[in-house]
């Protein structure tokens, strides 16, 4: 049985949650075998993971749940997977993920593969999944051989997929430990884009663009597409932009379907953390900017004219 | 206060991968090793601030051959007191994990920090395994922190925003971008450096769970389309129907 862990927020699936699912199907289609979804506490739409494919919801209360915290998450998640024999625990790659999925195996005494971007492969002794190493200059194949696989899914690996119907919602109590750590408060941007790291659509800038002061108009660009800002390391560490827009080797690695990079030149580093891109477009009046190596689309000329003129053939398409 | 950091080596970031003939190697000649800068620049001057501020020691530890020492060095002339490099070779996640447990589970350091990831392999996974095996709590991500007593207050990365967590001693964290500012070791620092103990301890922990069978590099885009600046109506187009990302 392959057991996928889904988060939710206040009973709703983000889609990055869905994906998890999807991929957890298809796992488990490629072993053969069945797949469960664990929740905490109770999701309004829980049923509706029976759409991705799950063949039951196994849903745990415990006031040791309420928030995140590694220890007790992990803990959950290992004991439902112990009890209910599950083979392989997929959960997302992201900033929950990350603080279990290594807690997780080590409970299970299972092999571990963090940052997949591909559906597993059954082989003699076990299954192989893809991860992109070096921040994605290079991808490696990975043998899991033990009896039990943890696996964390990056974002935009694959779509969700609707391939059945909502299914029962089973609840069910396990060994929660008490939290040691206490969420305190959260602050999250307001707005409708995605974060970052899940972003579909990103528009990124550079140095090109001389100061901080004049970001207004890739903000425009954003938000015509519906999409999230992201910028290079030295802008960052110039504090023209947030750390967090930072995308890159030693920053966030992306993989949305659409890079805009304005006023960036392309250093490895920054190619290496948005290559998985599907689709780059490059703006810059420099034509011997690596990027443009890197890029499906060109524009060389200068970003002030260029990016205003994108902004206006996108609300007139999108009119 | 008695802090531990993992500190790895890695590749520099501008490096070139390039394979060995039949895939199953990164060719390593001419290969240029630095700290990792997450466990650098972050995890590592985080914990030298701290023992400014309020005393105490910082280890740093490291899983492999003396080929590392070089790496281990800089991190004591950044201001580390002392190091143990584990002569093992840190052939997966859980191997790295086991071998530093087993060698410090029972020291009763009361913040041990790890890189949010190490830039060469990405698994973002020694933290999280390492805080299992020494049962302790284990916050990810941290981009700021403050101590009082036995208590921090740490902020930490989550998609499109921050969360702040309250956690006592001990405890381990991964250490992101924000978490501290990168220092250069000075002359003094250097030279220093070369009389602080490195304490050599062997463990032979394997992991067979994992194999990495192979490597590839990432298909190239092809050609690049240019596209007047005077067209983005064109762009938008190739976006539409030809990428279909929009």
Redesign the interface.
């Known amino acids: 049985m392959v057991l996928v862990f889904v988060e939710h927020n206040n009973g709703t699936f983000k889609k990055a949650a869905l994906e998890a699912v999807t991929y957890a199907k298809m796992t488990a289609d490629t072993l053969g075998t069945d797949c469960k979804a664990l929740v905490f506490g109770t999701a309004e739409e829980a049923s509706e993971l029976g759409k991705y494919g799950v063949s039951s919801v196994l849903s745990l209360s415990s006031d040791h749940l309420a928030h995140?915290?590694?220890?007790a998450y992990?803990a959950a998640v290992a004991n439902v997977a112990k009890a209910s024999g599950a083979s392989v625990v997929v959960l997302n790659?992201?900033?929950t993920g990350?603080?279990?999925?290594?807690?997780i195996?080590?409970?299970l005494?299972?092999?571990?593969?963090?940052?997949v971007n591909s559906l597993p492969v059954k082989t003699d002794n076990g299954i192989?999944v893809?991860?992109?190493?070096?921040?994605?200059?290079?991808?490696?194949?990975?043998?899991?051989?033990?009896p039990v696989s943890v696996i964390s899914v990056t974002g935009n690996t694959i779509q969700p997929e609707v391939v059945g119907s909502p299914c029962s919602v089973e609840s069910i109590s396990a060994d929660v430990p008490a939290?040691?750590?206490?969420?305190?408060?959260?602050?999250?941007?307001q707005g409708t884009v995605?974060?970052?790291?899940?972003a579909e659509?990103v528009v990124s800038a550079g140095r090109g663009m001389k100061g901080p002061e004049n970001w207004g108009i890739i903000e425009a660009l954003a938000d015509a597409?519906g999409a999230t800002t992201a910028c290079s390391r030295p802008v960052?560490d110039t504090g023209w932009r947030p750390?967090?827009e930072?995308v890159g080797?030693?920053?966030v690695?992306i993989r949305p379907?659409?890079y805009i990079a304005a006023g960036i030149s392309g250093?490895?580093?920054h190619l290496?953390g948005v290559?998985?891109s599907?689709?780059?477009?490059?703006i810059n009046k420099d034509p011997e900017a690596p990027f443009?190596?890197?890029?499906?689309?060109?524009?060389?000329?200068?970003l002030f004219?260029?990016v205003p003129?994108?902004t206006?053939?996108?609300k007139?398409?999108k009119a | 206060m008695k802090q531990l950091v993992c500190i790895s080596k890695t590749p520099e970031t501008t490096t070139q991968i390039k394979l060995s003939g039949d895939s199953s190697q990164l060719d390593v000649a001419g290969i240029n090793y630095i700290l990792n800068p997450y466990d650098e620049w972050y995890a590592l001057v985080r914990a030298i601030e701290l023992k400014e501020q309020i005393g105490g020691t910082v280890t740093v530890v490291n899983v492999g051959d003396a080929s590392n020492d070089v790496v281990i060095r800089k991190a004591l002339a950044i201001g580390a007191d002392d190091a143990i490099r584990i002569d093992q070779t840190p052939d997966s996640a859980l191997s790295v994990a086991k071998a530093i447990a087993a060698t410090v589970s029972s020291d009763g350091y009361d913040i041990v920090y790890c890189g949010k990831e190490s830039i060469d392999y990405n698994g973002s996974q020694v933290g999280s395994m390492l805080s299992e095996l020494l049962d302790v709590p284990f916050v990810p991500q941290a981009v700021n922190m403050t101590v009082e007593g036995s208590t921090a207050t740490i902020q930490r990365d989550i998609e499109g925003g921050t969360e702040t967590i309250s956690v006592n001693t001990p405890f381990l964290i991964s250490a992101a971008k924000g978490l501290a500012e990168q220092r250069i070791p000075n002359m003094r620092g250097i030279m220093m450096s070369k009389k602080k103990p490195l304490n050599v301890v062997s463990q032979d922990i394997s992991d067979s769970s994992t194999t990495v069978t192979k490597y590839t590099l990432p298909a190239g885009k092809g050609s690049i389309k240019m596209i007047d600046a005077d067209n983005m109506d064109e762009l938008v187009r190739l976006l539409q129907e030809e990428a279909k990302v929009l």
């Open positions: 995140y915290d590694s220890q992990a790659n992201n900033s990350v603080g279990i999925t290594g807690r195996a080590v409970k005494d299972a092999g571990c593969a963090s940052g192989t893809e991860k992109n190493i070096f921040s994605g200059k290079a991808i490696s194949t990975i043998n899991l051989t033990s939290p040691r750590t206490q969420v305190i408060s959260q602050d999250k941007q995605a974060p970052l790291p899940e659509l597409l960052a750390h967090h930072h080797q030693t920053g690695a379907n659409l250093a490895i580093q290496a290559n998985s599907k689709c780059i477009v490059v443009f190596k890197a890029a499906d689309y060109g524009i060389c000329a200068d004219d260029v003129k994108l206006e053939a996108i007139k398409a």
